[in-house]
Every structure is written in structure tokens, then in C-alpha cells.
């Protein structure tokens, strides 16, 4: 039987999160939390059960969890939530598309989605809460801070080190052995050849 998984957070970026865990063929999707007046709409079929409100109540019933909010400019909100399940005791699993490349010498912290066509080598280190999106490249030895977004078709290359909270937008690509610190969004398209710290 297939396990539970409640989402938080019922956008479009929901809706790619619900195709990869589709294809996992390994959970189940409960429900969706998100505003009050959104409950009981459907997406994608699945129907938003519950606001943040809910969420004490939902720990105690379900195991897994996803945070399905997008994130661009700010990760705070994405923050808050994971920290708040943590401490309940939510499991966070990692969600790996079945058509994404993850080497077997690659780490994955918890709640970290890799979506389709996403390609993780070896060496590299990502951490708990990133969105790894679709046809992200994370070369060789990189590594990606906590509660980070690396956007569609990205490229980070071999061991640069992106720091907790930052946002790569689509198609960005960062020179290899570089830094990028903490908080920082990297618009959709840039070439970064520097640290940014
Ligand atoms: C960087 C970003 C967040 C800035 O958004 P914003 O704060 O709303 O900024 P604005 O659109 O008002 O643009 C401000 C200025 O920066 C410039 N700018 C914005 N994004 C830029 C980019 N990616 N590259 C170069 N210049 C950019 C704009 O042209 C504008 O310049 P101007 O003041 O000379 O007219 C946004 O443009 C972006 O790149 N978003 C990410 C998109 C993406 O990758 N989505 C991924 C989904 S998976």
C-alpha cells in the first residue's frame, strides 16, 4: 500500500510536485493545504483539505509531508513551515523523479524535491527544503545550502558552494568553484562568474 503525503501550498508549483510524486509510484496524496478560501477546490484532482491552521491536527494524522509552495523572492514562508513540522515530528521525505539522474554519491537532506529531467552528480551535497527543478544540472562536488530553489534548466557547476536561502532562476548558470552566500536571487538567464557574497 501506498503511503500519505500532504501538501502544503496548492500553486503551479504544486501541480509539477503532484506529477513527480505521480510517477514516484510511491505515495499517495492525501489532500492539499492552502488559504481557507480555497478549500475543497480541486488541482490536478486532489482536494485542498485544510489551511495552515489545520496543520497540528494534520501531523497527528498523516505521516509524510511536502511543502509544495513556490519560492522566488523570499524563502521565509517555506522556512516556517518546515521548521514548524520538524518540531512536530513530520516525516519530510525526499522525492526523487523517477526520470531524474541522482548518483548514488550525491546526499539529499529532507523535504528536497529533484523533478523531472533533473541531473545530480556525484559528490554533490544538497540540502533539507531545496526545490531542484526541472532540468537543473547540480555538477560534480556542488553543494546546495538548505531551503534553496535551483530553477528550471540551472546549471550550478562543480563544487560551487550556493548557500542557504538563495534562488537560482531558470537557465542562470554559476561558474564552477565559486560561492554565492546566503539570501541571494540570481535572476532567470544570468551568467555568474564571481562569488557573490
Ligand atoms: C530577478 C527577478 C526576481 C526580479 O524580479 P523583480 O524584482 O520583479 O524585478 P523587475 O521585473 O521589476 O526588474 C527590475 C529590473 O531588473 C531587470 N531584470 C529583471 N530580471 C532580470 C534578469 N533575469 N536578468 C537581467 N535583468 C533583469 C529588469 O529588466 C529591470 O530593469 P530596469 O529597472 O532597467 O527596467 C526576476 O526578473 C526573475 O528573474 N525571476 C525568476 C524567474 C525564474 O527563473 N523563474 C523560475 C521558475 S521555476
Given at each position: 500500500m501506498k503511503e500519505k503525503i500532504i501538501l502544503i501550498g496548492g500553486g503551479g508549483h504544486c501541480k509539477s510536485c503532484i506529477d513527480v510524486i505521480e510517477q514516484t509510484?510511491?505515495?499517495?496524496?492525501a489532500g492539499i493545504v492552502d488559504l481557507p478560501e480555497k478549500l475543497h477546490q480541486k488541482i490536478l484532482g486532489y482536494?485542498?483539505?485544510?489551511?495552515?491552521?489545520?496543520l497540528p491536527r494534520l501531523v497527528n494524522e498523516y505521516e509524510n509531508f511536502l511543502i509544495t509552495l513556490g519560492q522566488i523572492k523570499t524563502p521565509e514562508k517555506r522556512i516556517r513551515i518546515f521548521q514548524a513540522l520538524k518540531e512536530s515530528g513530520a516525516k519530510l521525505p525526499v522525492i526523487i523523479s523517477p526520470i531524474a539522474y541522482v548518483s548514488k554519491h550525491a546526499k539529499i537532506g529532507a523535504g528536497t524535491i529533484i523533478m523531472h529531467h533533473a541531473m545530480i552528480n556525484a559528490g554533490a551535497k544538497i540540502g533539507s527544503n531545496c526545490i531542484i527543478n526541472s532540468r537543473a544540472l547540480i555538477e560534480h562536488d556542488a553543494i546546495i545550502g538548505d531551503h534553496c530553489h535551483i530553477a528550471t534548466v540551472a546549471i550550478i557547476n562543480g563544487g560551487t558552494v550556493i548557500s542557504p536561502k538563495t534562488f537560482v532562476g531558470s537557465n542562470a548558470v554559476c561558474k564552477e568553484y565559486i560561492e554565492i552566500g546566503e539570501n541571494t536571487v540570481i535572476g532567470c538567464g544570468a551568467k555568474i562568474i564571481k562569488n557573490i557574497l
Open positions: 509510484g510511491i505515495f499517495q496524496i482536494e485542498v483539505i485544510a489551511t495552515d491552521d489545520d
